[in-house]
Nanobody, 116 residues
Framework: QVQLVESGGGLVQPGGSLRLSCAAS????????MNWYRQAPGKERELVAL????????NYGDSVKGRFTISRDNAKNTVYLQMNSLKPEDTAVYYC?????????WGQGTQVTVSS
């Protein structure tokens, strides 16, 4: 059974940092590209970052470029999102995701709130 479990969210002041983790199980993690999405209240879910299966290539949404870094540890079946210089507009539920054979798998999400 595929499971994606996010953790690491919380309340942080503007300019602060958080590191999100997504622990994966139930599939061959090292074979799949992984994504981080986020969804703010009243907004559509948006792609934040993606990383290829071996970690050699990454891509980021324009709003987070230069501030967020996606990485993965295939030995630990975990993908990370390091978030620096956080802004109030980064407030959202953050989800990890991957796709295979037309199916999309999602975790339960972790809340990130950036506020003073």
């Amino acid at each position: 059974q595929v499971q994606l479990v996010e953790s690491g969210g919380g309340l942080v002041q503007p300019g602060g940092s958080l590191r999100l983790s997504c622990a994966a199980s139930g599939f061959t993690f090292r074979n799949y590209a992984m994504n981080w999405y986020r969804q703010a209240p009243g907004k559509e879910r948006e792609l934040v970052a993606l990383i290829t299966s071996a970690g050699g290539n990454t891509n980021y949404g324009d709003s987070v470029k230069g501030r967020f870094t996606i990485s993965r540890d295939n030995a630990k079946n975990t993908v990370y999102l390091q978030m620096n210089s956080l802004k109030p507009e980064d407030t959202a539920v953050y989800y990890c995701n991957f796709r295979t054979l037309g199916m999309a798998y999602w975790g339960q999400g972790t809340q990130v709130t950036v506020s003073s």
